[in-house]
């Protein structure tokens, strides 16, 4: 099985707009402390979890990074700010990357992320296996695919996926939407990515079974993407917030 997990988004290292950031989407729901988050001395997260899924809002404290993966903390130091990769996790991993070659989508080797703590007197090492693709063309955005070591590793996150917008029967993204004005070069980069995807008009959308990733043109500038958030509660209904150029909606 393969769904969306998570959404690595670029931001400033300015601690009060990310308080600025709770007060607005706290009343939609959305519970979000700004200092919880994996981090060293050279970058810093802040996770915003939605279900089983979360936004992973990152910034650099140092240009070195300090750890975060070295493609990623140049594009930040280039000034980079948005969204930066849509993450899939899987329990097929290997299986995923041959396929991507096969069709011609250069992927990186299965990697850990690991980096040093506590003074760097410690070293982090995340378990699980991630894999990346080249950027889409003509944007800054990476499809990434990521396998748990164990099914057992899963249930122990979860103890660590708080605070949660579930505890206010908000269940999960179902959907996330790029959206853009993509040359023909993207399509048939996206239509390799992708060769079961639907087609419905201007929209792609590859079906997982519990999560969908589409691509629909846009006649805006630049990339945008929306997180369409599955919920009970009706008083939510209608509701958005953004985070760069990051729309979470219901």
């Known amino acids: 099985m393969t769904r969306l997990d998570h959404f690595v988004v670029n931001i400033d290292n300015d601690l009060e707009k990310l308080k600025r950031l709770k007060k607005q989407i706290e009343p ?5 402390e700004p200092t919880w988050g994996k981090g060293t001395k050279g970058f810093k997260v802040a996770n915003l979890w939605i279900g089983l899924q979360y936004l992973e809002m990152v910034w650099l404290k140092k240009k070195d ?23 899939l996790m899987t329990d097929n991993l290997d299986e995923i990357r041959e396929e991507l070659k096969s069709r011609g989508i250069p992927v990186s080797e299965p990697e ?10 410690l070293q982090k090492t995340m378990p699980w296996r991630s894999i990346f693709t080249d950027p889409i063309p003509g ?17 122990k ?6 605070p949660n917008a579930s505890v206010n029967g908000i269940e999960g993204v179902k959907e996330a939407i790029v959206k853009g004005s ?4 993207a399509w048939i980069y996206i239509r390799k990515l992708y060769p079961n995807a639907k087609a ?17 043109t846009s006649d805006k500038l630049g990339l945008n993407v929306e997180l369409k958030v599955v919920t009970a509660n009706e008083i939510y209904l209608g509701k958005s917030f953004e985070v760069e150029n990051l729309k979470i909606s219901f």
């Open 182 to 185: 993509f040359s023909e070069e």
């Open 157 to 162: 996150m979860k103890t660590y996926m708080v």
């Open 65 to 87: 990074g300090g750890g975060w993966r070295a493609e990623w903390v140049k594009k930040y130091n280039n000034g980079h700010r948005g969204i930066n990769a849509i993450y």
């Open 112 to 121: 850990r992320i690991s980096f040093r703590w506590f003074f760097g007197l």
């Open 28 to 32: 939609l729901g959305y519970p979000f």
């Open 200 to 216: 419905n008009g201007s929209r792609l959308t590859y079906d997982m079974g519990t999560t969908l990733l589409s691509f629909e």
């Open 139 to 155: 944007t800054n955005l990476q499809i990434c695919y990521g396998e748990m070591d164990s099914p057992d590793f899963m249930e």
